[in-house]
């Protein structure tokens, strides 16, 4: 445990954006899945509706810092490509 008064605040800093980060991971996370879900139905008009929901939320958990920047490009992008798919 921490021992010295700035420690104590590091620590309850910490555990303050472990919270914060797990909340919007989390939400990320549900939101992929619905899409996923969207997608395994093969209707188009769903996924897309889905598509449109989850791109925010993906980059809005980027621009917070809780996952980098590519990594969050990277999702939206595999995640468009298979909604893209669906309508071929």
Same mark, same amino acid.
């Given at each position: 445990?921490?021992?010295? $008064?700035? !420690?104590? #605040?590091?620590?309850? +800093? &910490?555990? =303050?954006?472990?919270?914060?980060?797990?909340?919007?991971?989390?939400?990320? $996370?549900? !939101?992929? #899945?619905?899409?996923? +879900? &969207?997608i =395994?139905?093969?209707?188009?008009?769903?996924?897309?509706?889905?598509?449109?929901?989850?791109?925010?939320?993906?980059?809005?958990? &980027?621009?917070?810092?809780?996952?980098?920047?590519?990594?969050?490009?990277?999702?939206?992008?595999?995640?468009?490509?298979r909604?893209?798919?669906?309508?071929?």
């Amino acid at each position: 445990m921490a021992n010295h $008064k700035s !420690a104590e #605040k590091r620590n309850r +800093q &910490a555990q =303050e954006r472990r919270m914060r980060n797990r909340v919007n991971r989390s939400k990320m $996370k549900t !939101a992929i #899945k619905s899409l996923n +879900q &969207a997608i =395994e139905t093969g209707s188009v008009d769903d996924a897309k509706n889905a598509l449109a929901e989850t791109v925010p939320v993906i980059a809005k958990t &980027a621009s917070k810092g809780t996952i980098h920047k590519k990594n969050a490009s990277r999702k939206i992008s595999r995640l468009t490509k298979r909604v893209n798919n669906l309508e071929a």
